[in-house]
């Protein structure tokens, strides 16, 4: 990891930021669309609402009253959030024409951002904004991201809104020096998503502000002969306990290790998505919010089972987003089971959660116990974040 110091401001020196939000970044999520690129409108059908401009605002709420001077564009794009977290003296310096906004309203904010000389962009959104920004920019700005989209596989978003608030607000409290790291962008196709199939590219490399414990690592996929054996031990001591408890409904989350639960099952899964079995057959798949709730309220005994993303370390809150905190409060918290293999906890820094909803966050704990084998588990650290 490459890091220096973003800037040195001096003691009148009053921290530049351009502010951007993309209003409609992880509409998808709660609706099972896995992302929002190109469906936007299908989104608003099946009942989706934007979460960005409200992460957004969480997150500069906490800098209000610092020497910062936020430049922004109009509307849902940053001005809205701002003025309702009680920010003033912001400038407006770009706004998107008609009511609806697009990456290239987001292009252009940046190059607007850059010629006025911002010592730092922040944004909301997720890798597809992370993208936009970052081919104005490259690393001549550095970068640092708000989560709000479905996926956020790239590693310059903090972990939450308030751990965003929290670098900033640290770095000026240590008289403007920031530590700065070489922070991946990752293009990640859409349309693949969609089908179950998690197709990455790298698209470039950022500088961004860097916070151990509150900045998100770029997603690691483990593929080897010890890491399947895991799997498979895990799977089986899984499929024991839905097989042993046929009264209960299980939600299993995305990803391999859940993927695992299910072959051993003999059930389908969606890999991205999630599925419902119970007494070990699939009750349903591919579920949205809307369609949990559903099944919860005719099968009031219901688990969740989920996985941690690799090096990442989230639990709940990225690409798990069909999970809303009504889900979670329906299901309770001591009816969440985490998996994961334990290469992936030897490799992952810690585990934190972002459900959307702070409260809730703290409700679930400062440790998980995380199932690693068969009939095997390990108590394992949530990060909190530092006060802001």
Do not use: W
């Not at 730092?120 to 490259?138: E, H, K, Q, Y």
């Not at 479905?150 to 240590?174: C, D, H, N």
């Not at 290469?343 to 992952?348: A, N, R």
Request: aromatic share 4%; net charge neutral; proline share 5%.
């Amino acid at each position: 990891m490459n890091e220096s110091n973003l800037f040195h401001p001096g003691e009148n020196r009053i921290l530049q930021i351009g502010f951007v939000v993309n209003p409609i970044a992880g509409m998808g999520g709660t609706v099972g669309l896995k992302g929002t690129d190109g469906l936007v409108e299908e989104a608003v059908s099946r009942g989706a609402v934007p979460r960005a401009p409200r992460r957004a605002e969480e997150a500069v709420r906490l800098l209000a009253g610092l020497p910062i001077r936020f430049l922004t564009c109009g509307g849902a794009m940053g001005e809205e959030s701002l003025a309702r977290a009680g920010i003033t003296g912001y400038e407006i310096v770009s706004n998107p024409p008609g009511g609806k906004t697009g990456p290239d309203d987001t292009v252009e904010a940046c190059r607007r951002f850059a010629r006025r000389g911002v010592d730092l962009i922040l944004f909301c959104g997720g890798d597809g904004t992370a993208r936009d920004i970052f081919s104005v920019v490259g690393d001549t700005i550095p970068i640092l991201g708000i989560p709000a989209g479905v996926k956020m596989y790239s590693s310059v978003f903090a972990i939450t809104p308030e751990a965003a608030a929290t670098i900033i607000r640290e770095g000026l409290e240590q008289g403007g020096r920031f530590h700065v790291r070489d922070a991946e962008v990752v293009d990640v196709d859409e349309e693949a998503y969609r089908r179950g199939e998690l197709a990455t590219s790298l698209f470039g490399v950022a500088r961004s502000p860097y916070r151990p414990g509150l900045s998100q690592m770029a997603k690691q996929v483990y593929e080897d002969s010890d890491e399947e054996r895991s799997k498979a031990e895990i799977a089986r001591f899984i499929r024991e306990v839905i097989e042993g408890t046929p009264d209960i409904l299980y939600i299993l989350g995305p990803g391999g290790t859940t993927a695992a639960v299910a072959r051993e099952l003999g059930v389908s899964k969606t890999l991205l998505g999630f599925d419902a079995v119970k007494a070990g057959a699939l009750v349903a798949p591919d579920l949205d919010e809307q369609g949990i709730c559903s099944l919860l309220a005719r099968n009031p005994r219901a688990r969740l089972v989920v996985s941690i993303i690799g090096a990442q370390g989230a639990i709940l809150g990225r690409g798990t987003q069909q999970v809303t905190p009504r889900v979670i409060r329906a299901i309770g918290k001591e009816n969440i089971i985490v998996i994961a293999t334990p290469h992936k906890l030897l490799q992952t820094p810690h585990l934190f959660v972002d459900t959307g909803d702070s409260t809730l966050d703290g409700e679930l704990g400062d440790s998980i116990q995380v199932v690693s084998g068969y009939r095997v588990a390990r108590r394992v650290r949530i990060k909190r974040n530092l006060p802001a």
